[in-house]
């Protein structure tokens, strides 16, 4: 970016630390952390008549020590955090309005109870992405709604009748926001299962096609939904444009979008998005494996659907995982996301590997909780077991399903911005796995035993082994420290700015009555401390660290909580020897710490500045956490 003339300049002198060497193996073995989980009945309507016991239930075990190479007979896991595939998003399931129903016939404090349960880092399962629902799905307990319903006949392309009124009423807003309370770092992202009917060709809810006529105004149906949720302090991280655009269901909400439809709808949403100053993602499909290439092609392929689409969203009722792989390799730089598919038992927990073996950036289950009545829903079929179910004759009465606990092997200890990272399958008949190195540098394999009798395996990494042996129909999720290899590849200096709460090693450049950033102790992503931007008056302010680097490739980062508001919020990478790189944080609100990443740097001159800008309003804050610089 041009600076005006006028910006002033203060450049600190760098620590020490900032001449990053690489890092040896420390002299003691390191020992993983060990936590199981069992199936028991998995699938089975038994469930809906009352709890059964589970055998292990995030079942922490006895550490177990990493040791040099045996040659102990042993399936063996290879583990290599050096070669990284996706970033995570987040694992978590849905908010649907059935599960709401459920939960608002409970008291106060089960209803938190029960939200812990699920969403809690430290006392839960820990999951961390929530799938809602803009207007009403056939997992409901009222009558079908969209937010601009007219009577037969009627239309309101000027959207004067856009309200949510009945989210509140139906108490959706309120558990949502109970939902933040329980975890600030929850990410939101929602669906619709229909438009409004008098967009459709049919004038219904049910079934149906979106005419081409009414997109505009749908674009602009989305942004107000967004917005009005954003106004209740629920930020929506993204939104699928249309839940399973190629299924007309016969008896609740859909509606029939084409591919070309899609992208045309795409293109209007985030020109209506980016006018009023929002950072909401956009996220393509949202339906089966199959159909997704065909369907996403005329999107990714135009210029301008390719520009407004953050990633692709898929379901699993038809097709296999490995249709994933292949969208992430025709469009490399698009998120893969899997947002819905209830799975049950260990071969449950396998398929989530799958998932994330092609890709997936995330994972969300479908319908939390119905009662022993299989009730409150209105699907075409007879609903499995959820993760939760409710007594219908004690609302306070509930019992958790092993999958609360199966999905928890994943979401409590896969954190968000972790890297998946190359590791050994295995088999069906053995131990299969999937592994990720988290932001603290720790290794998380998850292990799943779908076999009738117990399995010894290994998990080989870095010169390190671990040896364990995990139960039948069991997953196992072993924690360990990264050790033996270099573990101080993050070439900035001072990136979390815990060198006593400093500046040391950052530059500041500014463009207003005063200094407009500075470290503080408040809600830290990691650590003590952050850096954050804030004035009582408007102000222009960049933070940046210039680094002596080698020729080749490389990675910047940064965790970002905001206020929103600001007119522009970026991180961005520059000097490199090539045209500046931005990753856009931009005016939306950004609730918890989420990363925003530059990748695939490319430095021909040695020298490169990282750093953040913020041209922003009267008192917008944003909070920098965990700069990040490393070479791909």
Known sequence: MALPTSWKRLTTSALALGALAMGTAASAAPSAQVIWSSEKNPGDGAWFNGPLSIPYALSPQANIALTSPTTTSATTLA???????????????????????????????????????????????????????????DFTGRQFYTYDDRPAGQTDPSLTYFSIQKDIDYNIISTIKQALAVNPNLKIFASPWSPPAWMKDNGSLIGGKLLSQYIPTLATYYRKAIQAYQAQGIPIYALTVQNEPLYQAPDYPSASVDSTQARQLIVALKNELNANG???????????????????????????????????????????????????????????????????????????????????????????????????????????????????????????????????????????????????????????????????????????????????????????????????????????????APTATNLLANPGFEADGTLSGWNAEWHSAELAHKVDTDYPYTGNYKLTHYSAAAYQQISGQTKSVANGTYRASVWVRSSGGQRALRLYAKGYGGAELTAEIGSGAVTGYTQYIINNIPVTNGTIEVGVYSDANAQNWAAFDQFELVKQ
């Open 79 to 137: 583990v290599d955090p050096s070669v990284q595939f996706q970033t995570m998003l987040g694992i978590g399931t849905s908010l649907e309005e059935s599960t709401v129903f459920n939960l608002s016939r409970m008291s106060q404090a089960k209803r938190t109870e029960v939200l812990k349960k699920l969403l809690d880092p430290a006392t839960g399962a820990g999951m961390n992405l929530l799938r809602i629902t803009f207007g009403t799905s």
């Open 278 to 484: 929002l950072s909401t993602r956009i996220w393509a499909y949202d339906h089966n494996f199959d159909s997704a290439l065909a369907y996403v092609t005329p999107t990714l392929n135009d210029a301008a659907g390719n520009a407004a689409t953050d990633g692709v969203a898929f379901h699993d009722y038809a097709g296999d995982p490995s249709s994933m792989t292949q969208v992430r390799n025709a469009w490399p730089g698009k998120n893969i996301m899997m947002t819905e598919r209830s799975v049950w038992g260990t071969s449950g927990a396998d398929r989530m590997a799958q998932y994330f073996r092609n890709w997936a950036a995330g994972y969300n289950g479908w319908v939390t909780m119905l009662d022993s009545n299989i009730q409150p829903e209105k699907w075409t079929g007879t609903p499995g077991p959820t993760m939760l179910i409710q007594s219908a004759s004690s609302y306070d009465n509930y019992w958790a399903l092993p999958e609360v606990y199966l999905i928890g092997q994943y979401s409590k200890y896969v954190k968000a911005g972790a890297r998946r990272i190359s590791s050994t399958y295995g088999s069906a008949s053995t131990v299969t796995n999937v592994s990720f190195l988290n932001p603290d540098n720790t290794i998380v394999s998850v292990v799943i035993n779908q076999t009738a009798s117990s399995q010894r395996f290994k998990l080989a990494s870095e010169g390190w082994e671990l040896l364990a042996t995990l139960p039948a129909k069991t997953v196992g999720t072993y924690v360990w420290k990264r050790e033996g």
